[in-house]
Nanobody, 123 residues
C-alpha cells in the first residue's frame, strides 16, 4: 500500500486548506482511514478518522467544527477540509490506513502511513 498526502502550505490564521491522500496498492474501500498531525517537539496526534464506507466520522475535540474528513472510494482518495485555521494547527499532517476501527485514535492501530504534508498557519 502507498499513501501520498498533498495540499499543505502556508496560510494565514482564519484561512482554509484542503488536504488530499491518494491511496494505491490495495482496495481502498477495504480500509478505514485517518489523519494525524505532528508539531515540532510534540507527539503525533489524532485529527480525524473515517470508516471504509464513510458512514462514520470522528474528530479530535481541537478540530471539531472546523475540519471535515471525507473520502471518495471511486477515486481512491481521502480528504481533509480545514477551515478557520489557527497557528496551533501548524504541523506535518499524515494520512494513515487501517483494517481496524477500534481505538482509531491510536497511531499503532494503523498499518500504512503517508509521507506527510506540512501545514503552516501564520498569525
Amino acid at each position: 500500500v502507498q499513501l501520498q498526502a498533498s495540499g499543505g502550505g502556508l496560510v494565514q490564521a482564519g484561512g482554509s486548506l484542503r488536504l488530499s491522500c491518494a491511496f494505491s496498492g490495495r482496495t481502498f474501500s477495504s480500509y478505514n482511514m485517518g489523519w494525524f498531525r505532528q508539531a515540532p517537539g510534540k507527539e503525533r496526534e489524532f485529527v480525524a478518522g473515517i470508516t471504509w464506507s464513510g458512514s462514520s466520522k470522528v474528530y479530535a475535540d481541537s478540530v471539531k467544527g472546523r475540519f471535515t474528513i471525507s473520502r471518495d472510494n471511486a477515486k481512491n482518495t481521502m480528504y481533509l477540509e480545514m477551515n478557520s485555521l489557527k497557528p496551533e494547527d501548524t504541523a506535518v499532517y499524515y494520512c494513515a490506513a487501517s483494517k481496524n476501527w477500534d481505538r482509531y485514535a491510536l497511531p499503532s492501530r494503523y498499518d500504512y502511513w503517508g509521507q506527510g504534508t506540512l501545514v503552516t498557519v501564520s498569525s
